[in-house]
């Protein structure tokens, strides 16, 4: 991950592609929501520095919801180091997203 992003993509492709390859998520939206914090802090021209994401996966089987974060921001650490600014979370298993 060179950039942030990976060869030609985007930070938004490497962390949907990370996050399938750690989690095979049932359902994952990785959304960028960069453009709604222009002017605040740790937002850059370009965006891709605030994103939300929705990921419902079995790996969160048996994790508290602390425990559900860590894993993903543990995923993602490269991701921070290369410009990622803030990211919103919701984690289920496919039982609580049913």
Same mark, same amino acid.
């Given at each position: 991950?060179?950039?942030?992003?990976?060869?030609?993509?985007? &930070?938004?492709?490497?962390?949907?592609?990370?996050?399938?390859?750690?989690?095979?998520?049932?359902?994952?939206?990785?959304?960028?929501?960069? *453009?709604? *914090?222009?002017?605040?802090?740790?937002?850059?021209?370009?965006?891709?520095?605030?994103?939300?994401?929705?990921?419902?996966?079995?790996?969160?089987?048996?994790?508290?919801?602390?425990?559900? *974060?860590?894993?993903?921001?543990?995923?993602?650490?490269?991701?921070?180091?290369?410009?990622? *600014?803030? &990211?919103?979370? %919701?984690? %289920?298993?496919?039982?609580?997203?049913?």
């Amino acid at each position: 991950m060179a950039d942030g992003a990976g060869a030609g993509g985007t &930070l938004r492709d490497w962390m949907e592609a990370r996050l399938r390859e750690q989690l095979a998520p049932a359902r994952l939206g990785v959304i960028d929501e960069s *453009h709604l *914090h222009a002017g605040h802090a740790g937002a850059r021209p370009g965006g891709e520095t605030h994103y939300r994401l929705d990921i419902v996966a079995s790996a969160f089987e048996g994790k508290s919801r602390v425990e559900r *974060h860590r894993l993903v921001n543990a995923l993602l650490e490269d991701a921070f180091k290369r410009g990622l *600014h803030a &990211l919103a979370l %919701r984690a %289920r298993t496919p039982a609580e997203a049913a």
